[in-house]
């Protein structure tokens, strides 16, 4: 299933690719750049004199309270403003998985307002369970790693050993990576679902996502094992032009396969459905 995903990543990258790698690395550089200016907003608010006669009152609790509701509005502002920026990136790689190309008056419908919050808090939803798991996965190599070095500083171990048991819990923080990773795949869906449907909630596009993906973990994991080969490749061989979209688009088609719920016995004109037919469908439910 892998290797048609890929050949079919490679087709419908033809005379795609440069529009792809635009949106891609656009997106990139923008959710990077705004969500970086968060903290810098803060800390010009707070702390620079540059602002401080704009926020200036008698009140000095005045003055704390209006400069927190400018810091609260504006960083929601520029989140809601990712949002829309990943709404319209995943428009544009779920269009092409079904072979169409992306147009821009129907990205920009993913800028609604309601269909921004939804996403907003679907993707604080998810940060969270991710955070939980990632704390949950690392717990046991943490431990490994600080017994270690603990026994390590109080001379206990040889260095030989030392060598050895850290190539050990090396191992044990790669496996504890990639059960992180599969477990975070079944929550890839589920931005699918709201951007289609502004009306889904989301605790069924959760559960509609641990859903669709339940069977396609393993998949999941040797498509993004097998290409970081071609992340690597970019930096000496292959320009990151064709590599970043191809590698979105990788695990795009992946995502378009579990919600369209196709097998493997899929034949390659039967592949895609249109992704409208999903949308209507999403309303029905």
């Keep these: 299933m892998n290797s048609r995903i890929r050949i079919e990543s490679k087709y419908l990258l033809s005379g795609n690719n440069v529009k792809l790698f635009f949106v891609s690395f656009l997106s990139l550089v923008l959710r990077w750049c705004a969500f970086l200016s968060i903290p810098l907003l803060i800390y010009f608010t707070f702390f620079s004199d540059t602002l401080k006669s704009f926020f200036e009152t008698e009140n000095e609790y005045l003055t704390l309270f209006l400069k927190l ?20 990136e995943n428009y544009a790689l779920f269009a092409s998985s079904n072979g169409k190309k992306p147009k821009l008056r129907k990205a920009i419908k993913y800028f609604k307002p309601k269909t921004l919050f939804k996403a907003l808090l679907l993707y604080i939803k998810i940060f969270s369970l991710k955070a939980f798991w990632i704390a949950y996965y690392s717990f046991p190599a943490g431990i490994c790693f600080a017994e270690l070095l603990y026994m390590y500083n109080k001379s206990t171990l040889s260095y030989s050993v030392f060598i050895v048991l850290c190539f050990s819990s090396s191992l044990l923080f790669s496996l504890c990576l990639f059960m992180y990773k599969a477990t975070v795949f079944r929550y890839s869906a589920a ?61 795009t088609l992946l995502l378009y396969n579990c919600i369209t719920r196709k097998s493997e016995t899929t034949t390659e004109n039967n592949y895609a459905i249109n992704y409208l037919k999903l949308e209507k469908n999403q309303e029905s439910i």
Excluded: M, R
């Excluded at 509005?73 to 990943?86: E, H, M, P, Q």
């Excluded at 992340?231 to 590599?243: N, Q």
């Design 69 to 88: 509701l400018f810091c609260t509005v504006t960083s929601i502002i520029l989140l809601l403003f990712i949002c829309g920026i990943k709404n319209c």
């Design 191 to 251: 931005p699918y679902y709201i951007l289609f449907n502004s009306k889904t909630k989301i605790t069924f596009a959760i559960n509609k996502s641990l859903e669709v993906t339940d069977s396609y973990i393993q998949n999941a994991v040797l498509l993004k094992t097998s290409l970081i080969g071609w992340i690597i490749s970019c930096i000496t061989v292959l320009p990151i032009f064709y590599v970043l979209p191809y590698y979105k688009l990788c695990n």
